[in-house]
């Protein structure tokens, strides 16, 4: 006779994380995509969903979390949600502001069947990077405490609830317990889902605003993986992913690991508003993993527990016997090209689909950067096409809003690029028959609307007026007119070309028969914004630009992959060629400016000084220092001073260009971006003289610590004629020609020796006097040996009396 049928418990959870592309004070958009993430996540048979950091204001709303009417909203939002019927018997958890006892607060509000649970207020802010936490929030102080939070009163009339937990607590139900982290405190040297785990918490959650840089996707799902692995349990991390109204791109990523294992993600780039991620979990994994682990056996049963708050309601099911728990994962990380073609087109594809606009405008040059602009439109549009034939009704309705058709349904990327690209060659008689060549064909490879016009009527208009008002006529250098007449000559025709830029975007669609108007994007990236090396209100000034924040070095290996990736030969072309402006005379029809020779750096190196300015906090001497031993295979102590003194001093006369820089997608650490993630002055003392002094002193050091040179070529005291600074004078051998002393012969234009605390001021007269300080050559540089060749060249819109 069998026993009487006992009651089995169930074991296996199924969870679901949300990824929502939510938009900043966007309310109703917002609960319309977190109510769909609800009702996706109860079809894939989850009873617990987790969402987004601030998913029912979005997270950008900045200082409108100042504002009473962000908290009111929020509070209606929640009831909307709370009290639909497609939330009954499900666990839930929304992120929004909350204000106790006039403090503000970012939290998570747990609720169940049409009751609110706990408040669970942010415990650690995040002021780091593009974070500014603090300025809007403050961090939850009492530890495992909580408080009573007087419920506003459209809620209490709805639940009959007048109080509720808020505080550091968690979530008991029948078969589990559920504890909470919110975005940096996984981050964090004290995460909280440590002591959560060593008091019982089997299911660790974590909502977060993770935004995107390159080569970084790795970080949060190691934090992630490591989190379950050491702890043991259950993690649970749902992030936002697209533009919500700023710089950055948030991105993705969410995911679900156990025990060390990731057993469900979501994409970290995508068109879709809503992805649900599932997994379904066995607890009883969990204990066993735990109990094994006899060191962490011995902590727990000391811990401290936290207040738990009941719920009667089970996560599994009796039932669940022939539900397969979710397999471990590999994760496949997306190359920094793919990055670079997938998260600024979809960042481009929000900002676009959410301005009202019809499409974009883009100065084509032929060159790496606007190239690579207009091929991440291209990619923009191919990811438009792939969603619209996988059936996603969303991204089909946006593009028939902005291209004002609602009969259309794209099938092709070119055509759809013809669309929604407009780009434009400006020539002048400085420009090159082979970058209007390179143009077009990319133009017509990608698909693009493509003009070509000539800018010389205009620039020639306007030097009418000038030659009108004071008669006199500028002439460049080549032509015998001084550095000052070079550079205006240089940046009219600059911008010039703006002007014609924004004439062209507000009118084109009307040319075209369709209303609206296009977004200008510019095509300078974070290496030129570094250096400074842009005309002030040139074709850089646009409405958004999706390349500001990636290096020179990274968008060629973009283009390289972008040739095979989209069939566009063209490429090879654009690569291989020069950098230049193509703001100088031509001389007889070849380029007489590239942009290295111009900046007086290499891109790679102007990338190099822009990690250890912003990632290493390095000032100028600190900078030296480094880069001594950084680059000592190809430069001498010498050669390294002279580079470190031209960056700085260049960085600080251009810093002013960062408080206009166009809004640029945000993907590299190094950015300068003075908007939010660099803050610096933009009036610097642009001689450096204690900090150059320094330098001048460490040289000496080094020069007096050499005793006897050796024989190698390579040593900087031997071949490439350095000397030590307290000689006072530089050797005299015939082959130092083409070296670049630091101090100056006794019978030179300056009148006389010169002592190391003076070498810094010397140079930077000599760079003033236009001489020409010249270089061996070396790897680093490029392989060309004009160091400072005419700085005043180099610094555009700075015009007059040296600094």
């Known amino acids: 006779m069998l026993p009487t049928k006992r009651r089995r418990m169930g074991r296996k959870v199924t969870l679901a994380v949300a990824t929502l592309n939510q938009w900043a004070l966007d309310f109703e958009g917002n609960m319309s995509r977190i109510m769909e993430s609800i009702m996706e996540a109860r079809e894939m048979g989850a009873t617990y969903r987790t969402g987004p950091e601030l998913e029912v204001t979005g997270y950008s709303c900045e200082d409108h979390f100042h504002e009473s009417d962000t908290y009111l909203h929020s509070w209606q939002i929640l009831l909307e949600i709370m009290t639909s019927p497609q939330c009954n018997d499900m666990l839930i958890d929304v992120g929004m502001p909350v204000q106790h006892r006039n403090v503000a607060y970012n939290c998570r509000v ?30 939850w102080t009492k530890e495992r405490q909580t408080e009573e939070y007087y419920l506003p009163r459209i809620i209490s009339a709805a639940t009959g609830q007048h109080t509720v937990p808020i505080g550091d607590a968690v979530i008991a139900t029948r078969d589990t ?157 997306h190359s920094a090209e793919e990055e670079i073609a997938l998260g600024p087109a979809c960042w481009l594809w929000d900002y676009l689909r959410r301005s009202g606009q019809g499409g974009f405008f883009l100065p084509l040059s032929g060159g790496v950067d606007s190239s690579s602009t207009a091929i991440i439109v291209h990619s923009m549009c191919c990811l438009v096409v792939k969603y619209v034939m996988l059936g996603d009704y969303q991204v089909l309705r946006d593009i028939r809003k902005i291209l004002a058709d609602p009969e259309f349904t794209p099938d092709n990327p070119a055509a759809l690029c013809n669309r929604l690209l407009v780009t434009c060659y400006m020539g002048s008689e400085n420009s090159s028959k082979e ?118 070095t990274d968008l060629k290996r973009f283009l390289l992959y972008a040739k095979d990736k ?69 430069c001498n102590p ?57 330098i001048d002193e460490e040289l000496e050091r080094i020069a007096c610590s050499t005793t006897a040179p050796p024989s190698s070529g390579d040593d900087f005291t031997s071949a490439k004629g350095y000397h030590s600074p307290s000689s006072g004078r530089r050797a005299t051998s015939g082959a130092d020609k083409t070296s670049s002393p630091l101090f100056f012969s006794e019978t030179g234009t300056t009148g006389g020796g010169m002592s190391s605390g003076g070498s810094a001021h010397q140079l930077n007269n000599h760079i003033h006097g236009h001489e020409s300080l010249k270089l061996t050559k070396s790897h680093s540089s490029g392989g060309y040996s004009k160091m400072h060749s005419s700085v005043m060249g180099k610094i555009k819109d700075r015009t007059g009396v040296p600094v």
């Open 110 to 139: 747990v609720f169940h069947n049409k009751r609110i649970l706990l408040i669970r207020p942010k415990l650690v802010m995040c002021d780091d990077g593009n974070y500014r936490e603090t300025r809007w929030f403050s961090s």
């Open 177 to 333: 317990c559920l504890g909470y982290e919110i975005c940096e405190e996984l981050w964090n040297p004290r995460s909280t889902h440590i002591d959560m785990s060593l008091s019982g918490v089997e299911i660790m959650v974590n909502s977060s605003g993770s935004y995107m840089q390159l080569r970084k996707a790795y970080i949060t799902t190691d934090l992630i993986r490591n989190a379950s692995y050491k702890a043991g349990g259950a993690y649970l991390f749902s992030n936002l992913r697209g533009c919500d109204g700023q710089r950055v791109y948030f991105n993705g990523c969410s995911a679900i690991a156990l025990n060390g294992h990731v057993v469900a993600r979501g994409k970290q780039f995508g068109l879709e508003d809503v992805e649900v991620t599932t997994a379904t979990v066995d607890l009883e994994d969990i204990r066993s993993y735990r109990v094994a682990m006899r060191s962490r056996c011995t902590i727990a049963a000391s811990t401290p527990t936290y207040p738990r708050v009941n719920v009667d309601f089970a996560l599994s099911h009796a039932l669940d016997l022939n539900i397969p728990p979710s397999a471990p994962l590999e994760w496949v990380y």
């Open 435 to 552: 970058t209007r060549q390179r143009a077009t064909s990319l133009a017509n490879q990608i698909g693009s609307y493509h003009l070509e016009i000539n800018i010389d009527g205009a620039v020639s208009a306007l030097l009418a007026i000038f030659n009108t008002v004071t008669g006199m006529k500028p002439l460049f250098k080549t032509q015998g007119g001084c550095p000052r007449q070079n550079l205006a000559l240089q940046n009219i025709q600059a911008r010039t070309r703006m002007v014609l830029s924004y004439l062209f975007a507000q009118l084109m669609l009307w040319v075209r028969n369709r209303p609206g108007g296009l977004l200008v994007l510019g095509s300078a990236n974070v290496d030129e914004a570094l250096r400074g090396y842009m005309t002030k209100y040139d074709c850089s000034s646009a409405d958004i630009n999706p390349i500001g924040g990636i290096s020179k």
């Open 566 to 634: 989209f069939n566009l030969p063209i490429i090879s072309d654009i690569v291989t060629a020069p950098p230049t402006a193509e703001l100088e005379p031509l001389q007889n029809g070849a380029l007489a400016q590239t942009d290295e020779e111009d900046m007086g750096m290499t891109y790679n190196e102007l990338s190099e000084f822009g990690r250890l300015r912003k990632q290493s906090y390095c000032g100028p001497y600190s900078m030296f220092c480094k880069l001594v031993s950084m680059w000592k295979d190809n």
């Open 638 to 694: 010498l050669e390294v001073s002279y580079k470190v003194m031209h960056f700085f001093r260049c960085y600080a006369i251009n810093r002013h260009k960062m408080t206009v820089l166009t809004p640029s997608y945000h993907a590299e650490s190094y950015s300068p971006d003075d908007n939010r993630f660099d803050h610096r002055p933009f009036l610097y003392p642009a001689n450096w003289s204690w900090q150059f002094k320094c």
